[in-house]
């Protein structure tokens, strides 16, 4: 299993660009979600979903758009990129089922993103 | 709302010394708790976690006690290894909320 992928690694925007961040899982996990990682402040959820077709807001959703279409895919696009977007993203999946999220969520490797 | 507060780092031990990362957190009801754990451009992992007061989760020589009555779940470890150096994340997660809230991570850099 190769886990979650994230692609790219690294991303320099102009500003008011657009681009997409791409995630995959493997695992069959019906729960995915964006974080962003910024100096001090921890992670902060973005998005999330529960299952294909279904999304919801987290904590900073501003100038960010998802959809889940398959089981495996969780794309974050930018519409258009602010340099306030510059961040670490990161991709997390879990299972559903039981006492979520007592499920360990399950990170991709993240993807740094600068825009000027 | 829900908070999780951690010790600034970065934390400079030198091989073989105790460490102590303290978290502290603010919830409502009964949360659970975890150590996620960071290693240099990697994502994050699970290191240990707990799931009601008075748990003790371990993991690779990592231990941290789920203290209700101090609303805390420090991090310890008896003995540093240079491969500990990462960056370490408490966070905590309850029952109707899908995300967990993670705290601001602290950095420990461990010398020969």
């Known amino acids: 299993n190769a886990g979650v992928t994230q692609t790219p690694k690294f991303q320099v925007l102009k500003t008011g660009q657009s681009m997409t961040l791409q995630c995959a899982q493997d695992?069959?996990?019906?729960?995915m979600s964006w974080y962003r990682q910024d100096p001090g402040m921890g992670l902060r959820l973005i998005h999330y979903s529960v299952g294909a077709g279904i999304t919801d807001q987290g904590e900073v959703p501003n100038g960010y758009n998802v959809s889940r279409s398959t089981t495996e895919d969780f794309p974050l696009r930018l519409l258009s990129a602010a340099p306030s977007q510059t961040s670490v993203y990161f991709c997390a999946s879990s299972p559903l089922g039981g006492r979520s999220p007592y499920n360990e969520q399950f990170f991709g490797p993240g993807t740094r993103l600068t825009v000027l | 709302g829900n908070s999780v507060t951690q010790m600034e780092g970065p934390v400079t031990l030198s091989e073989e010394a105790f460490l102590t990362i303290n978290c502290t957190y603010t919830?409502?009801?009964?949360?659970?708790l975890f150590w996620y754990v960071q290693y240099p451009g990697e994502g994050l992992q699970l290191l240990l976690k707990a799931t009601k007061a008075d748990d003790k989760g371990s993991n690779k020589g990592f231990e941290a006690t789920y203290r209700k009555e101090t609303t805390s779940f420090h991090l310890e470890k008896g003995s540093v290894q240079v491969s500990d150096s990462a960056v370490y994340f408490c966070a905590l997660g309850q029952v109707g909320r899908r995300a967990l809230t993670f705290g601001s991570g602290t950095r420990l850099q461990v010398q020969p």
């Open positions: 695992m069959n996990h019906e729960y």
């Open positions: 919830a409502t009801g009964y949360p659970s």
